[in-house]
């Protein structure tokens, strides 16, 4: 089992910059999934209680000189701390530069991160990291970074399967363009109460709500962009209210409605600092689960950026939580 590559100057940007202080915000630890054509970081997939996230990038987006070999059809994954990965590479970044500085080179030219096994101090078993060597004239800089041994082959399998299924999209989807908005408001909500109402409906509404005994709160984006399904709004439900229409919508099919945790929604907000141009809302078939799609363009354009998917799905709540 080998895994050896150089960051690039893109991917020390979208990794130290921008994607791991996101993912961090949603949980510490996650699996980093390698295969031949793609890397992943991966939150919760294998366990159906928590909020799961997909990170995926190209190998190109990352990477260059990418050497990977395992007998799993070139395939590795593993647990790793987000928070000391992202430490490492900002702090071998900040060595790389000052090396470069002196050479008159590029930083990344000097970054290499490898899989490899070593002997820690005072233990008699070697144990896995990923290592990041930051190499000058004269010298080099090493930092370790310790993981989780390697997943089995079926351990793989189960962790594939359940990507292959995470990326099923909702039939409809509706676009928002301006998540500080929904941050803005989740910020407001989150002190009222732990769950909240979510529904989309195919003429292009978001509906969020949230409801004790005390308060109602709630907040309505209408006429969203809509990819997929769609259907036109009845001339009657033009002056009922929010509430209502959402309601009315639900009832006749042309909408979805589900709870989830304030909690959960609030942390896939945080994807945020992965600077997305915008995001897709959509329920998953049967209301298994509700489906948030980052979108990112090619810097200059409106392009979708194919090389990079971020994408979350928020377990749904049995009504009777609230």
Known sequence: MKFKAFLTDNGVALLEKRF???LDKIDRTCHLYLTRDHAAFLH??????GLQSVAQFRIEALFDAYRISSQNDDRIAFAVDLSLLHRAIRSSVGICNELAADAGGSASDRLQIKLVKKLPANSTQPMPFLTFETKGYKSAVIQDVPISKPMSRAQVSELQSALDSAHALPRTLVQVHDLNQLQSFVDRMRHVGDVLNVSISKHGDLHLQIATTLITLGAEFRKLPILGERADAPPEDRGLSAQARSERAVSRGDAEAVQVSVKHF??????H???PDCAFY????QGACLTVIFQFFIPGTRQTDKSISLYCRLPVLDPGTN
Do not use: F, V
């Open 20 to 22: 791991l202080p996101a």
């Open 44 to 49: 919760n997939l294998l366990n159906g209680d």
């Open 266 to 271: 609030a942390k896939s907000l945080q994807c």
């Open 273 to 275: 600092t992965a600077r």
């Open 282 to 285: 959509g329920i998953a078939e």
